[in-house]
T-cell receptor, first 113, second 116 residues
């Protein structure tokens, strides 16, 4: 099955700086890559996603890049704010598994005011 | 609009006891899922369902059973709880990935289960 690795496991940045979280995947059949944000005591929420036919997608301060050849994708958060502090998960969906998603192990981001 | 609701939110069991977690969604989603979340291991799929009356195994199905008798409900059962099943359980629902609204998983707030 698919194997998704995520780094780093923890990340601290100063408010206003950028944060980058990286994921790699193993199954070349994966073609959909969402990112979820989980705040303390809550379920994960989708913040951005990318499909394999594009290399980059932006939504205000958040962007995701995808390199299919290298099988890695990254989340970029610019101008970080304290409310960005949360655990972030990447995931991959192999096209031959229907709606099965394989998640990374998570990155705990702390934005220091 | 409640979204995805899980009950109970907390439960403590003794080894060997049984219990059922209930998930209900009001978004008319075809797909429903049960995940477990453990420190350092992310979210792992236990079982999922692509429609009423259907279920399928995920990555870590052993020790769990599920049922989807109604489209809006997905039940997760533990027949004989073990300490290794201590975890936070999340239910999620979605439209099929290939549809215009498909792909995004909508999660409940989680159910924390402790097995002593």
């Amino acid at each position: 099955g698919e194997n998704v690795e995520q780094h780093p496991s923890t990340l601290s940045v100063q408010e206003g700086d950028s944060a980058v979280i990286k994921c790699t995947y193993s199954d070349s059949a994966s073609n959909y890559f969402p990112w979820y944000k989980q705040e303390l005591g809550k379920g994960p929420q989708l913040i951005i996603d990318i499909r394999s036919n594009v290399g980059e997608k932006k939504d205000q301060r958040i962007a995701v890049t995808l390199n299919k050849t290298a099988k890695h994708f990254s989340l970029h958060i610019t101008e970080t704010q304290p409310e960005d502090s949360a655990v972030y998960f990447c995931a991959a969906n192999p096209s031959n598994t229907g709606n099965q998603f394989y998640f990374g192990t998570g990155t705990s981001l702390t934005v220091i005011p | 609009n409640a979204g995805v609701t899980q009950t109970p939110k907390f439960r403590v069991l003794k080894t060997g006891q049984s219990m059922t977690l209930l998930c209900a969604q009001d978004m008319n989603h075809e797909y429903m899922y049960w995940y477990r979340q453990d420190p350092g291991m992310g979210l792992r799929l236990i079982h999922y369902s692509v429609g009423e009356g259907t279920t399928a195994k995920g990555e870590v199905p052993d020790g769990y059973n599920v049922s989807r008798l109604k489209k809006q409900n997905f039940l997760l059962g533990l027949e004989s709880a073990a300490p290794s099943q201590t975890s936070v359980y999340f239910c999620a629902s979605s439209f099929p990935l290939g549809t215009s609204r498909g792909g995004e998983l909508f999660f409940g707030e989680g159910s924390r289960l402790t097995v002593l």
